[in-house]
Protein backbone atom coordinates (compact mmCIF):
# COMPACT_ATOMS: atom_id res chain seq x y z
CA UNK A 1 0.00 0.00 0.00
CA UNK A 2 1.08 3.42 -1.00
CA UNK A 3 0.23 6.46 1.12
CA UNK A 4 0.48 10.00 -0.31
CA UNK A 5 2.21 12.76 1.48
CA UNK A 6 1.19 15.34 -0.63
CA UNK A 7 -1.03 16.70 1.89
CA UNK A 8 1.79 16.87 4.32
CA UNK A 9 3.13 20.16 3.01
CA UNK A 10 0.73 22.48 4.18
CA UNK A 11 2.34 21.08 7.70
CA UNK A 12 5.00 23.07 9.78
CA UNK A 13 7.78 19.60 10.59
CA UNK A 14 10.96 22.26 10.83
CA UNK A 15 12.81 21.36 13.66
CA UNK A 16 10.09 18.55 14.79
CA UNK A 17 9.97 14.97 16.03
CA UNK A 18 8.17 12.87 14.46
CA UNK A 19 6.22 9.52 15.21
CA UNK A 20 4.70 7.39 12.84
CA UNK A 21 1.90 4.97 14.70
CA UNK A 22 0.72 1.88 11.94
CA UNK A 23 -0.59 -1.18 12.26
CA UNK A 24 2.49 -3.98 12.36
CA UNK A 25 0.35 -6.75 13.86
CA UNK A 26 1.98 -9.30 11.83
CA UNK A 27 3.55 -7.55 9.34
CA UNK A 28 7.82 -8.33 8.16
CA UNK A 29 9.88 -4.84 8.84
CA UNK A 30 10.33 -4.39 4.92
CA UNK A 31 6.47 -4.18 4.81
CA UNK A 32 6.01 -1.86 7.47
CA UNK A 33 8.96 0.36 6.34
CA UNK A 34 7.25 0.40 2.59
CA UNK A 35 4.28 1.61 4.79
CA UNK A 36 5.61 4.20 5.86
CA UNK A 37 8.41 5.38 2.80
CA UNK A 38 6.54 8.05 0.96
CA UNK A 39 5.40 9.63 4.91
CA UNK A 40 8.66 9.44 6.40
CA UNK A 41 10.68 11.50 2.80
CA UNK A 42 8.07 14.23 2.97
CA UNK A 43 8.68 14.74 6.80
CA UNK A 44 11.95 14.43 5.98
CA UNK A 45 11.95 17.20 3.03
CA UNK A 46 9.46 19.63 5.04
CA UNK A 47 12.69 19.70 7.88
CA UNK A 48 11.23 17.55 10.42
CA UNK A 49 12.97 14.36 11.97
CA UNK A 50 11.00 10.84 11.93
CA UNK A 51 11.86 8.75 15.04
CA UNK A 52 12.48 5.37 14.43
CA UNK A 53 9.75 3.53 16.00
CA UNK A 54 10.40 -0.19 14.16
CA UNK A 55 11.39 -1.91 16.67
CA UNK A 56 14.25 -4.55 15.75
CA UNK A 57 15.03 -6.35 18.12
CA UNK A 58 14.44 -9.99 19.62
CA UNK A 59 11.30 -9.36 21.95
CA UNK A 60 11.29 -12.00 24.96
CA UNK A 61 8.42 -11.03 27.09
CA UNK A 62 5.69 -12.77 28.65
CA UNK A 63 2.95 -10.12 27.10
CA UNK A 64 4.67 -9.17 23.72
CA UNK A 65 2.00 -6.46 22.53
CA UNK A 66 2.37 -4.56 25.95
CA UNK A 67 5.85 -4.75 25.68
CA UNK A 68 5.86 -2.94 22.43
CA UNK A 69 3.23 -0.60 23.81
CA UNK A 70 5.62 0.62 26.58
CA UNK A 71 8.36 0.73 23.94
CA UNK A 72 6.30 2.99 21.46
CA UNK A 73 5.02 5.31 24.03
CA UNK A 74 8.60 6.20 25.39
CA UNK A 75 9.70 6.97 21.70
CA UNK A 76 5.99 8.59 21.39
CA UNK A 77 6.68 10.85 24.83
CA UNK A 78 9.97 12.21 22.46
CA UNK A 79 7.78 13.78 19.69
CA UNK A 80 6.20 16.93 18.89
CA UNK A 81 3.67 15.57 16.64
CA UNK A 82 2.17 12.12 15.51
CA UNK A 83 0.96 10.44 12.10
CA UNK A 84 -1.50 7.56 12.45
CA UNK A 85 -1.31 5.74 9.25
CA UNK A 86 -4.28 3.70 8.13
CA UNK A 87 -5.94 1.20 9.99
CA UNK A 88 -4.46 2.74 13.06
CA UNK A 89 -8.54 2.75 14.47
CA UNK A 90 -8.27 -1.10 14.47
CA UNK A 91 -5.00 -1.33 16.28
CA UNK A 92 -5.40 -1.39 19.61
CA UNK A 93 -2.02 -0.13 20.32
CA UNK A 94 -2.01 2.62 17.57
CA UNK A 95 -5.49 3.52 19.58
CA UNK A 96 -3.63 4.06 23.02
CA UNK A 97 -1.04 5.89 20.91
CA UNK A 98 -3.55 8.48 19.99
CA UNK A 99 -5.03 8.41 23.85
CA UNK A 100 -1.84 9.83 25.01
CA UNK A 101 -1.68 12.24 22.27
CA UNK A 102 -4.94 13.46 22.97
CA UNK A 103 -4.50 13.26 27.19
CA UNK A 104 -0.65 14.92 27.08
CA UNK A 105 -0.82 17.37 23.95
CA UNK A 106 0.62 15.87 21.43
CA UNK A 107 -0.27 17.06 18.03
CA UNK A 108 -1.94 13.75 15.43
CA UNK A 109 -2.29 14.00 12.38
CA UNK A 110 -4.43 11.12 10.91
CA UNK A 111 -4.23 9.85 7.75
Given at each position: MTISSS??????????????????????????????????????????EVIDSILSEEIVSKNKPLWCLGQSLQMLAEADVAIFLPGWKEARGCVAERYCCQNYEIDAIEI
Open positions: FLDSYNFKGKKVFISQPMKGKEKKEIEGERKNIVDAVKALGG
